[in-house]
């Protein structure tokens, strides 16, 4: 058992979104411990895929924290040697649509995106393959947006703690969220003594409920499973994020069935990730012939080139899914001290780096750049924890 310390602020969680949030912190001249009972990214950060995306998201909210976000993954990336490490790639997406209907409805929600700042660049079906020369034929056409881009989830992550120069405490399990007499927040208790701090941050991904209930306050975080296939290594072939119109609303669907919808991507180690699946089915992680079927499919509809390629491996994470698809960032007014920054679903790769700007802002009494009451951890009602 280790003799308790104190620190400024204490994270829980050592993913991307973690990772983010102890950087900017310290950053901002707190003195931060970022504590996780695995090594880093060993949760759902780790089980992902890296899209840094403004493409699949509606004008409000959501796509506010994704300009931001992107803002600061730019800054990050053009820092020494950052943009490698963390594999930065600023490639763009292309959503396609397979039918007249399909590029009319892609186009009606590129223009709304537009209007919230959105770089959303028409494809003409005859100039498809001018951007992805692999791509099917007969497609009816696409919208481009430059802004996409990706890093290597794992990789981000620890460069990001590294940069942050904060103390990082791995293998250690955060068992209790210590209370003052009056209730505030003032440290955990993990499974190998405190770490005292008047700042906890919740950063614990789709485990996000289960350490709010250490605090004794409910958080509906839930597990929406998704695989990946992924393929042999490749010349580049997929310039691209890739993917069908139809991925944007089975994002935002609240369905618990199979949902699946092509998206395809190049990386530069070469193998090729192919999703996105979507299923609530708790933390189940058995294989899914059915699901991988499916995934398959949809990705050699969009390039037939795939039909001749070997798929390697599978591998599935759980998406930190809240019932409104919103994450739950700042303070929580029912317990004060302790902080959230989790539920971010399919998307916090991406909305880790504003995500934590933000906190950041908040934990040194700052006004955050963006309004934090949609993302209000209070928002939803309060259940027995
Ligand atoms: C198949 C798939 C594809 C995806 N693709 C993308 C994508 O392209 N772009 C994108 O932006 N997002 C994507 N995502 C989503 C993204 O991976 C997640 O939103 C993101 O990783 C969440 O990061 P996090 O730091 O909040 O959580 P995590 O990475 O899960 O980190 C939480 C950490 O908390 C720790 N923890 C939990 N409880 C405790 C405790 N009691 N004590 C100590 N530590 C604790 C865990 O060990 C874990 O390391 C994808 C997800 C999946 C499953």
Known sequence: MSKPFTCDVVVVGAGMVGAACTLYAARAGLDVALVDRGPVAGGTTGAGEGNLLVSDKEPGPELDLALLSGRLWVDLA???????AIEYEAKGGVVVAATPEGLTALETFAAGQRAAGVAAVPVAADRLHDLEPQLAPGLAGAVHYP???????????????RASGARLLTGRTVTEVLRTAD?????VRTDRGEIHAPAVVNAAGT????????????????????FVLVTEPLPRLVRHKVYAADYVADVASDSAALQTSPVVEGTAAGPILIGASRERVGFDRSFSLPALRELAAGATRLFPFLSGVRAL???LGFRPYMPDHLPAIGPDPRVPGLFHACGHEGAGIGLATGTGHLLAQILTGRTPDLDLAPFRPDRFPQEAV
């Open 313 to 315: 491996r599978t591998y």
């Open 78 to 84: 053009e820092a020494t040697e950052l943009a490698s």
């Open 183 to 187: 209730g505030s927040a003032r440290g």
């Open 147 to 161: 802004q996409d881009a990706q890093v290597m989830p794992a990789l981000a992550a620890a460069h990001l703690v």
């Open 207 to 226: 485990w996000g409920s289960a350490v709010a209930a250490l605090a004794g306050v409910s958080l509906p975080v839930l597990p929406r499973r998704g």
